[in-house]
């Protein structure tokens, strides 16, 4: 199975938010957000291992500014790091300004993904190797976001999670 970088999944998808997608203060629906994320995750999922894949856990969601009716709003995913049969994606969301076009970062998402065969059962994928200087960060903090997880889903002793422990250790 030949390795693969972060490009070859980058799945960027664009969108207009319309008036019914949108709470009462005329923002974007949190859990609107999060379907678009998982679809894009979704695809950048299939595209690293060329399987079916099926969401095993949204990591991490930060809503961290409204997206506002009328807005153009972007998502864009990249696996981030590639295990035996899962994979970490990271999301990016943009929002365009409407009057200066000006594209800013308003949101993040970490998903887990896992590719399956045809019944269901966890297929091998491709190994990632990062490229970017913001590739190898997110591939470094990959494994320690999969062991915390691990550990407080009690899959993992802590006195195991090896790289959780060395942000710790004194030096």
Aim: charged share 30%; hydrophobic share 40%; aromatic share 6%.
């Amino acid at each position: 199975m030949k390795a693969k970088c972060p490009e070859d999944s980058k799945t960027i998808m664009t969108d207009l938010v319309l008036p019914s997608e949108t709470n009462p203060l005329n923002n974007l629906f949190g859990g609107e957000l999060l379907a678009r994320m998982d679809r894009a995750a979704s695809i950048a999922a299939r595209r690293h291992s060329r399987r079916i894949v099926v969401t095993a856990s949204v990591n991490h969601v930060a809503f961290n500014r409204s997206v506002p009716l009328g807005s153009v709003v972007t998502v864009e995913a990249k696996v981030s790091r590639a295990f035996r049969s899962s994979m970490e994606i990271y999301l990016d969301v943009w929002i365009d300004d409407r009057e200066s076009g000006e594209r800013s970062r308003a949101n993040e998402a970490i998903y887990t993904f896992v590719a399956v065969d045809d019944s269901g059962r966890p297929v091998r994928i491709p190994e990632l190797i990062p490229e970017t200087e913001e590739e190898k960060i997110r591939f470094d903090g990959a494994l320690r976001r999969k062991q915390l997880s691990l550990v407080l889903a009690g899959k993992m002793k802590p006195a195991d999670a090896t790289e959780l422990k060395a942000l710790f250790d004194e030096k």
